[in-house]
């Protein structure tokens, strides 16, 4: 045996190590993701203090493996070794990104990562209380120390990077606040323009037919059938009920999504199903063979909610959609239904009604909502905005992008789980999935000439078929903007999703 031969060997070996040791980590944390799951959906209300010490537990095993000095060691040889530098692509990928996530967590010391968590639990139960009394002062001085950590996490884990885009880091890899802000100020103003036209229209669209009466038990029928046809695998996935909708994965082939139903108004649990279920396909389309590493991992929380996005509007939006799913609608829902037409609803599911709650917006006003916290967040993170003087920079930013100022607390700074959940740099990550989803859909038209006939007929595994090629199979390898640059074949822009959307709501408002 050369002595080239025995290096080889051993880096396979090392890597073999480094694999096993993140796949570790990964199988626990999805142990964590099954606990927050049930914690969910179906634990007894007097469970939540016993959970939270099992959530912790497992939480502690889990950076235990990730930040193993041992680890990192085996991984640095891996990354200055022949496996870094000219193994296969997914190796190479996965060395450097192992890396990368043992590099930015083993630099969160202990003591802040126990803080962030004990604070951040501490804080959503002062939300709740705050949002419930509509309680501005309640939750300020929780937000002052939640903002505070995440500045100290910020300096500790990327210290070179900006503080905003450090904590982007978590959730948009690689992006940067200036990148990012540029392009949603070019989205904006042409966002704003198109709400004032359509709410100013005398076409409104009327969405009225799709409220009434709609019976539990009709619509669970009615959204599994619709899941299942746009290809979500119930015999790798479930579909139960919740207050806060998410998907969740326990595992390859245990992909969770969860809805809430509301007897009066069918959208919120077709439209809400549809985005989960996008979600599942892309985590029901993950390469199961690297289950636990980077080539088997979602890129971004971006590209995530680009998946969801796109079978919820772009497809369950569409003109050619309900050609398919009028029919069914209507055999479920036959006394709302009753007089409705294909039209009708095809032009009731694009209504656009300004409204103070990010979560009820509709696809055009939804993007206003995510920009104004991406800038009021920004400026928490950078220091030129304190959080007390949050609730009148909400109030003042509200009424000159909506045209209406939010009448309490509740209605505005107090709507979100995300700050006391210490989410922060995870807003724009809405926005972006949505300009993935509109550019990632004009690609896929482009390259399936059939695709409005195919979705007509209810027909939907050539789309399917396209994401798993150009963006489920890559796993984390390569980052968002790139990823939609190589699917679609042009740099990842705004101007498909302006596009889109003046197209579609242009028409549906009759502009
Ligand atoms: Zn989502």
Request: glycine content about 8%; proline content about 6%; charged content about 25%.
């Amino acid at each position: 045996m050369s002595t080239s031969t025995a290096a080889a060997v051993t880096a396979e070996e090392l890597f073999d190590q480094a694999c096993g040791q993140a796949r570790r980590a990964a199988v626990l944390a999805s142990v964590e993701a099954l606990l927050g799951w049930d914690e969910q959906t179906l634990l007894p209300p007097r469970a939540g203090g016993y959970r939270a010490e099992q959530a912790a537990a497992v939480a502690a095993l889990v950076h235990g493996i990730r930040t193993d000095p041992a680890h990192g060691d085996r991984l640095a040889r891996l990354a200055a070794g022949p496996l870094a530098r000219s193994g296969p692509a997914e190796v190479a990928g996965t060395i450097r990104l192992l890396n990368r996530d043992f590099q930015k967590q083993s630099r969160l010391p202990a003591r802040l990562v126990e803080e962030l968590a004990r604070t951040c639990v501490e804080a959503q139960q002062a939300w709740r209380e705050a949002r419930a009394e509509s309680a501005w002062e309640k939750l300020r001085p929780w937000l002052e120390r939640v903002f505070a950590l995440k500045r100290e996490q910020a300096a500790c884990q990327l210290p070179d990077r900006d503080p905003y885009d450090a904590l982007m880091d978590d959730y948009e890899p690689g992006a940067s606040w200036p990148a990012v802000a540029a392009r949603f100020d070019a989205l904006r103003g042409q966002l704003v323009d198109l709400v004032r036209a359509c709410v100013g229209s005398p076409r409104r669209p009327d969405d009225t037919l799709l409220r009434g009466s709609f019976p539990e038990a009709a619509q669970q029928r009615f959204v599994r059938e619709v899941a299942a046809r746009i290809g979500f695998d119930f015999s790798r996935g479930r579909l139960d009920t919740t207050a806060h909708p998410f998907c969740a994965t326990m595992g390859p082939h245990d992909c969770r999504i969860t809805t809430r139903w509301d007897e009066r108004f069918l959208p919120t649990a077709l439209f809400g199903v549809l985005h989960e279920a996008g979600h599942g396909l892309y985590e029901q389309g993950l390469p199961t063979a690297w289950r636990g590493l980077p080539p088997g991992e979602a890129a971004s929380l971006g590209v995530h909610e680009s998946q969801s996005r796109l079978w919820e509007n772009l497809v369950g939006r569409s003109a050619a959609f309900w050609e398919w799913c009028f029919p069914l609608a209507r055999e479920a829902f036959p006394g709302p239904l009753a007089g409705a037409t294909t039209r009708g609803v095809q032009r009731a599911v694009l209504a656009v009604r300004p409204s103070f709650i990010r979560v009820e917006a509709d696809e055009v006003t939804y993007n206003l909502h995510v920009m104004l916290r991406f800038d009021l967040e920004r400026a928490l993170v950078q220091g030129s905005l304190a959080v007390a003087d949050l609730p009148d920079a909400w109030n003042e930013r509200f009424e000159r992008d909506f045209g209406i100022r939010p009448p309490t607390a509740a209605d505005g700074v107090l709507q979100d789980i995300h700050w006391s959940a210490g989410l922060v740099g995870y807003f724009p990550t809405y926005t972006l999935g949505n300009l993935f989803a509109a550019q990632l859909m004009y690609a896929a038209e482009a390259a399936l000439p059939r695709l409005d006939r195919d979705m007509a007929a209810g027909r939907f595994a050539g789309l399917l078929d396209w994401l798993r090629r150009n963006v489920h199979a890559h796993g984390r390898l390569v980052e968002s903007e790139r990823l939609v640059e190589q699917a679609c074949g042009g740099p990842a822009s705004e101007r498909w999703l302006v596009s889109s959307l003046q197209r579609r709501y242009g028409e549906a408002h009759g502009l």
